[in-house]
């Protein structure tokens, strides 16, 4: 192997540039050329590639976002773009590929593996929903960003004792909002995986108020069966003396200087990924099981979706008395 690619592909994650650092940098000390595939897939499409050196990676281990930047690509998705996709890498002389992204990344990285190209997937998602590994780059920045929002909303919830709806992402799966639930102190949580009849939200508020609560923190998950405007909404038509206010943390979520548990996991993932293609573990994912990092294999990684672990819920159901 001679040259490899790297792409950062989907939602950004904090911990991108840290991990493509280390990549370049990994890739160098073994006398590899490497270059950066511009937009995710959309550069695979349009032949952006472009040389990355060790200097081109200086000063960005601190950054947010990506610098080869990000895209979600539907060409890719249909067969005669994963073709096309493979050609053009061949023609940009790359003979080994890195996928930095989500769980859409590592379809696309499965596909690009069953024709043949050696490829590694490194999961980046805030939402944590990829299967296989416990933590993915960007969750714990996103994480540290909900829990410094809580702090501030129950700061102004409690003086003029007030519910909050407070809505994080996380497409399908509830991990943000329900860790967020847990080391945020909040009352309530809903998401995806639990479904909450709407009336126990009102009882749950009343309930804390009554205990002696000052404020009331519901955690709401982007997929849960209701959004934060529709709860309020229903509140205010149900319990017009509550006073509930929504925020929706939205991107604020995904931006950010990375922590540092992000950094160290994405110089660890980024080592290990160029490990694995050089000593041919090709068409798997980095992974982190407990401490160690591994490797799982990218047919089953994208065969299944993880969801957020129910214990968990049980946990902050307790902690909210
Ligand atoms: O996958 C990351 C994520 O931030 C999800 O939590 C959210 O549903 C989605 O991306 C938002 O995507 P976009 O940036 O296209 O609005």
């Known amino acids: 192997m001679n040259c490899i690619g790297i792409l950062t592909s989907g939602g950004d994650a904090p911990g991108m540039n840290a991990c493509v650092r280390a990549i370049v940098r990994t890739a160098m000390s073994h006398n590899l050329q490497v270059k950066a595939v511009l937009q995710g897939f959309d550069g695979v499409m349009k032949c952006a590639f472009q040389e990355l050196r060790a200097r081109d990676v200086g000063g960005i281990i601190q950054k947010g ?77 996103a994480l540290n960003t909900i829990v410094e929002a809580l702090d501030k909303l129950r700061d102004t919830a409690s003086s003029h004792k007030r519910a909050f709806l407070v809505e994080t992402m996380g497409r399908r799966c509830g991990y943000l909002a329900l860790m967020s639930a847990v080391i945020g102190g909040a009352e309530m949580v809903l998401i995806p995986e639990v479904e909450t009849p709407v009336e126990e939200v009102m009882d749950t508020i009343a309930q804390a108020y009554a205990r002696g609560k000052t404020h009331a923190i519901v955690m709401v998950s982007e997929g849960a069966k209701y959004n934060a405007s529709q709860l309020a909404q229903y ?9 509930t206010r929504v925020t929706i943390l939205g991107h604020i979520q995904r931006g950010g200087r990375p922590t540092a548990f992000d950094r160290l996991l994405a110089a660890r993932f980024g080592v290990r990924a160029v490990d694995a293609l050089l000593n041919g573990q090709h068409g798997t994912m980095t992974a982190l099981g407990g401490r160690e990092i591994a490797l799982a294999p990218l047919s089953e990684v994208t065969a299944r979706q993880r969801g957020a672990n129910l214990e968990y819920y049980k946990m902050a159901k307790m902690l909210a008395r």
């Open 65 to 141: 976002g990506t610098i080869l930047q990000t895209a979600r690509c539907k060409e890719f998705y249909t067969p005669e773009g994963q073709e096309q996709g493979l050609k053009n890498l061949h023609y940009g002389g790359i003979d080994g590929l890195i996928v930095i992204g989500g769980d859409g990344s590592m379809r696309a990285a499965m596909a690009l593996h069953q024709r043949g190209l050696p490829v590694v997937g490194i999961p980046a998602s805030i939402d944590n929903d990829i299967w296989g590994t416990n933590m993915a780059i960007g969750v714990d920045t």
């Open 235 to 243: 509140l205010a038509e149900h319990a017009p003396s509550m006073q």
